[in-house]
């Protein structure tokens, strides 16, 4: 690299005019006054990110204020030539120029007939380019009614679980289509609505912080948090696309779906509508996994639309986007509980059902302004959510001394809250509840968030300030017909309505100077204060109609039912268990970090963020007759140091957290008898020790390209002084009485193996695999109701490890992979009767994609979920799972035909083993049905 001292960094991008897209490989050549050459070279395809702008090429002219030439040639486009005044500061390292665009030359395309050729080369599904990982999305074979979603479970070592994407186990914390947010908050609608078939690529790299951005620090991988951009083939970056599905299954499923997408090279607006009563992400044909996670939400019929809009200025020094939505939805859940709690001296065992319906609905709007000068970036973020929701439950359950013999799945609560009940069973039980449930909330929360960069003229120093200021305002109406009955035959009946409203405002003031060092990058460092002011108002009213009588036990009144005046409602207040707060809270800290420091080993830098914090923290709090008003102050140092260099680095950081003022009360509060909650004034602050290791390999090639990639990542976390609950248990009355208390002894480490990467020179076998161990030692207090010469402390050591491997196989229109997944913990405690836990949870299976006669295509996978090891011998199953569909396109009509779980193994009983206990519950979901669907595709380009 030349000489700082000598020369300056000027640094661009190269763009098609029509699709934006970064041309590569053309030539540039720069010229002086005296029309001297004084710099050559060629752009790349691959742009990076230089001087808080994105380019594709950097050339070194000499360090003088200058007027220069710049004329570039490219393959199949028209010359371009400009004229540049730069003028140069002392330390300045780089200069940025504008982006330059160039326009495609129009000739006339002369038709040339082909001879049929077979193509059988396969195409490459995944490189690296730097630090950021390209999939190409023509690699994979996906169905033409495939979204986004499915297109993305296909990727090597990538996971989406619900709208959750992980990279390597690293969550994605945005998604984005051509490298702006697209339905911002709320990403299942991209991943949901939009074709497969439009996709280009995807990119997977860390989003610089924008400090980091803005100042030139070079960010140590592995801690800036992901992004996944969506680009979008050249056919569709202008014109419009539509598609509709239309779908109808067996057991009463239903689905229509409309999305229709217009895009100019300065705007877009991306509207959709999604009507169901399928709310699973089941998709035949690929790796994803089935989990019961997905179908814990009973039945729904879900309603949502919304749009998208973008739009830029002829120079986009001016850009407004964001997106509104509203949805509706209604559920009706249906759970049934079969659980056990693992105590001393025997354990007790639980039977409870709920049936439920609930409505809500909401509107949201993202929305982003921002605006570039030369020097000064703006960004505001307006945002504003509504949200309202109608519940309406009925709860029963008992708790038991002994296990229930049953018939049938909720035998003992039918025989139970029949009349007469079953003798046997009142002998056995410990509490018996009914519980009806009415419950109304709405939310208004607004967000007002913004930032200037400012970079001072002829220098690479520069200034951040942000702000970000909320306004949250929730009103929460709860009613209950509560009726409690104990073995010893009392009777505690409450008809509760409890009337909450809670105000939230936030304030946070953020600036930050950072000093980029001299020309040979010495001594750069950052330096700020950021400011938090946090209010928290809190009107808690709980009301006890059954003070009256025709409230009581033997009126039958409905749930939700209240006096006609105030006045009476205010007399049935539940002093006890009402309550009033005021909590403001105010953090300064000073942020940025230390000037990097070379360590005489292994070429190692180092570099110290400070971490110093003042806290001021206030509460009035009002409950019955309890007043009390607290203040405490606290400076804390919370340091981060990172040491590394390249692709390996250890990260070590102190993290301070308080308990809740409302935690270190001496207050108990009784509204649920069951369970009963006390504060401690004596909690201690919780400090967090944490140390994370990472180290990359990667192999490049000339035009920094790498087809493989390894990563090895690992952590050890210390908790002194942890929260934990001190649980008392009346074994007799089943009541659980918790206080937090501090403890001892919790800590936990993990370790992380991952390769990806494509092992032929053919490109046809892409393998993915992650090995993940780790070990937890957690310590928390029980304790039984008069057994009171017992330890109570109760220790867990739980080792687990976790393999999951996908080989993928693509040889023209046909692919085949198979899959691997293993989880097993092993699982001791200090209790003298805990019984050692080791179990396994294996899934192994294959998926296909075929081309079959008469142009039909079939997609089909099969899994078999196995489970071993668990004490309960009901629990080890093994379940084969085969999902499958076939397709057939009659010009932009695409008929798909989908059959999920044709074997009918799958359960909708989900069943949970940990150190507490053991729980097992059925859902009214539906896991096996049978669809047909009707899409239609649309797509109008423009005239050129």
């Known amino acids: 690299m030349p000489s700082f001292k000598d020369t300056i960094m000027v640094c661009s991008i190269v763009k098609d005019e029509f699709t934006g897209e970064v041309i590569g490989n053309a030539a540039i050549r720069v010229y002086d006054e005296q029309n001297n050459l004084i710099a050559q070279g060629k752009t790349s395809s691959q742009p990076s990110m230089n001087n808080n702008q994105l380019a594709n090429f950097t050339l070194f002219i000499p360090r003088r204020n200058n007027t220069v030439v710049f004329k570039i040639t490219a393959d199949n486009y028209e010359d371009f030539s400009h004229t540049y005044q730069l003028k140069v500061g002392a330390r300045e390292k780089y200069i940025n120029i504008s982006p330059i665009i160039l326009k495609k030359k129009h000739k006339k395309i002369k038709e040339v007939k082909l001879d049929e050729v077979t193509v059988t080369t396969s195409k490459i599904k995944m490189v690296m380019h730097g630090d950021t990982i390209v999939y190409n999305a023509d690699a994979f074979q996906l169905s033409n009614g495939s979204m986004l979603d499915e297109l993305i479970r296909r990727l090597p070592g990538v996971q989406l679980k619900g709208n959750q994407i992980t990279v390597n186990g690293k969550f994605v914390s945005s998604l984005l289509v051509n490298g702006s947010d697209f339905f911002k908050g709320d990403p299942a609608i991209a991943l949901q609505n939009l074709p497969a078939y439009t996709v280009n690529k995807l990119k997977v790299y860390e989003r610089k912080d924008n400090i980091a951005e803005f100042a030139q620090q070079k960010d140590i991988k592995g801690m800036a948090p992901l992004v996944m951009d969506v680009t979008l083939k050249r056919q569709y970056m202008q014109g419009m696309l539509a598609n509709a599905d239309l779908g109808m299954g067996t057991k009463d499923r239903w689905m229509s779906r409309l999305f229709a997408l217009r895009y100019t090279k300065l705007s877009r607006i991306g509207i959709f509508a999604n009507l169901n009563n399928i709310n699973d992400e089941r998709a035949p044909g690929t790796n994803g996994e089935w989990g019961t996670a997905q179908l814990e939400n009973g039945t729904s019929i879900q309603k949502k639309v919304g749009a998208d809009y973008l739009f830029n200025n002829k120079d986009r020094s001016f850009e407004f986007s964001g997106n509104t939505t509203f949805a509706h939805e209604n559920t009706n859940q249906q759970s049934i509980v079969s659980s056990e709690r693992f105590l001393q001296g025997g354990n007790t065992y639980g039977r409870s059902r709920n049936y439920g319906k609930e409505t809500e609905s909401w509107i949201m709007s993202m929305n982003t302004i921002k605006k570039n000068w030369t020097r000064t970036k703006l960004e505001i973020l307006p945002q504003f959510t509504y949200y309202k929701n109608t519940t309406n439950n009925l709860v029963q359950s008992a708790t038991l001394s002994v296990a229930p013999n049953e018939k049938y799945r909720g035998a003992s609560l039918d025989s139970l809250f029949a009349s007469p009940a079953s003798k046997q069973l009142k002998e056995a039980m410990l509490n018996q509840l009914s519980d009806h449930q009415l419950n109304r909330m709405r939310y208004y929360d607004g967000n007002l968030s913004g930032q200037i960069q400012w970079k001072m003229p002829q220098s690479p120093d520069g ?31 409450r008809n509760k309505y409890n009337d909450k409203w809670n105000l939230n405002l936030r304030t946070i003031w953020d600036a930050c100077y950072y000093y980029n060092g001299t020309i040979d990058f010495k001594y750069s460092f950052s330096a700020g ?28 009144v409905g749930v939700g039912y209240l006096p006609s005046t105030r006045d009476s409602l205010q007399r049935a207040i539940d002093a006890d268990n009402s309550f009033r707060s005021h909590i403001n809270k105010d953090r300064y800290e000073l942020t940025g970090r230390t000037p990097s420091i070379k360590l005489p080993i292994f070429g190692l830098h180092a570099f110290l963020s400070p971490g110093v914090n003042y806290r001021s923290e206030r509460i009035d709090y009002t409950r019955g007759a309890y007043k009390k008003k607290m203040t405490r102050n606290l400076w804390s140092l919370e340091p981060t140091l990172f040491v590394g260099k390249d692709n390996c680095h250890f990260k070590y950081n102190v993290k301070k957290v308080l308990p809740e003022l409302t935690d270190i009360l001496d207050i108990t509060t009784t509204d649920n008898p069951l369970n009963l909650w006390s504060g401690n004034p004596n909690l201690k602050n919780t400090d967090i020790h944490r140390i994370d290791f990472f180290r990359g390999f990667y192999k490049y090639n000339e035009n920094f390209t790498s087809r493989r990639a390894i990563e090895i990542k690992a952590y050890w976390q210390l908790m002194r002084n942890a929260i934990g609950q001190y649980v008392t248990y009346d074994r007799n009355t089943g009541v659980v009485h918790s206080t937090p208390m501090n403890i001892n002894g919790n800590w936990d480490m993990g370790a992380s193996f991952d390769f990806n990467g494509i092992l032929d020179k053919k490109n046809r076998f892409t393998l993915s695999n992650r090995t993940e161990i780790g070990y937890i030692n957690s310590v928390d207090y029980v304790a039984i109701e008069g057994e ?157």
């Open 463 to 493: 200034i951040i300030l942000k702000t970000e200021n909320r306004y949250f305002n929730k009103k929460n109406e709860n009613a209950s017909i509560y009726d409690l009955n104990y073995k010893n035959g009392v009777q505690d009946f």
């Open 529 to 556: 204060l950021k400011y938090t002011h946090i209010y928290d108002k809190n009107n808690n009213d709980l009301f006890r109609l059954d003070k009256y009588a025709e409230y009581g036990g033997a009126s039958n």
């Open 788 to 944: 009171s010469g017992k330890d109570p402390r109760s220790s867990v050591r739980t080792a687990k490890a976790n393999e999951t491997v996908s080989l993928d196989y693509s040889f023209g229109k046909y692919s085949f992979g198979a899959k691997l997944r293993c989880a097993y913990i092993h699982a001791e405690g200090s209790r003298e009767d805990f019984k050692t836990i080791n179990t396994a949870d294996v899934d192994y299976g294959l998926n296909a994609t075929l081309e079959l006669p008469l142009k039909l295509r079939l997609f089909t996978d099969i899994t078999l979920y196995s489970r071993y090891g668990y004490s309960d011998k009901s629990m080890n199953t093994n379940n084969l799972v085969w999902n499958a569909r076939l397709e057939r396109t009659f010009g932009k009509f695409t008929v798909m035909a989908d059959g999920f779980d044709l074997l009918g193994k799958l359960s909708n009983v989900r069943k949970v083993i940990n150190a507490q206990g053991r729980t097992e519950t059925w859902y009214n979901t539906v896991p096996r049905y049978a669809m047909l669907h009707i899409m239609y595709k649309l797509h109008f380009k423009p005239k050129r």
